[in-house]
Each structure stands twice: as C-alpha cells, then as structure tokens.
C-alpha cells in the first residue's frame, strides 16, 4: 500500500495515511480530508450540536472555527484533544462498551507552521 502525506483542510495537520484511507476520509466529508480530531469534532457536532447541523454546515462550521485563532496549530491540536478526551471520558463511565475503531498510518504525522513532530 502507498502511504501518501495529507493535509487537514481545517486545522493544516499533515499526516501519513494509506489512499484508500484518505478515499474514505474525503468520500465521508465532501471530498474535504479531515484528520481524526477534526473529523471526530464534526461527527460531534452533528450527533451532539445545540443547533440540529447536517455533516456539510457542521463541516463548515468548524473549518470556520479553525481560521479563527492565530496560534500553531499543534497547540490547536492539543487543546482539542483535552476537550475532546474530556468529553469521552464523561462517555466511558456511563457506557462502558465504547467499540469504535479507526485505521490510519502511525508511522508519521507532522503540522503545518515550520513546527513538526514525528510519532514513532
């Protein structure tokens, strides 16, 4: 399989990820390619918004969300993990069989800004 490097539409990280992954990506958000914390945050937003969105609005929605603050996008990132990590864990404790499972290369995952970082 070819690994290709992609880069998220919302927020500018840039991963490592198989074609038919970034396929899948792009085929469950309008051709745009979401990284998995963006993507989570949309599936939220429509399953959970104050206001009922569709996928497309609540994908705009958030792209919007991303443009607006100014800082590195690794601190983005970090910070929506905490929110998103913070919410899950509310999950976890009242439904203890949370199954979901996602595919996506480990191998690499760097951010825009001149700032990297590499999993290994």
């Known amino acids: ?3 290709e490097l992609v880069k998220c539409e919302c927020c500018g990280l ?3 990820c198989t074609q038919d992954y970034i396929s899948e990506v792009k085929a469950k958000f309008d051709g745009k390619w ?3 914390l963006c993507s989570e945050a949309v599936r939220d937003e429509v399953n959970r918004g104050k206001k009922p969105y569709g996928l497309e609005e609540a994908v705009k929605a958030h792209m919007s969300f991303c443009r607006k603050f ?7 990132v970090a910070d929506g993990m905490r929110q998103m990590l913070r919410r899950r864990s509310g ?6 069989s949370s199954s979901k499972k996602y595919t996506r290369s480990g191998s690499t995952s760097q951010v825009g800004d001149d700032s990297s970082f590499h999993l290994y």
């Open 70 to 76: 100014k800082s590195n996008p690794a601190v983005r």
């Open 34 to 36: 979401l990284c998995g």
């Open 14 to 16: 840039k991963e490592d």
């Open 91 to 96: 999950e976890m404790s009242s439904s203890p």
């Open 1 to 3: 399989m070819e690994i």
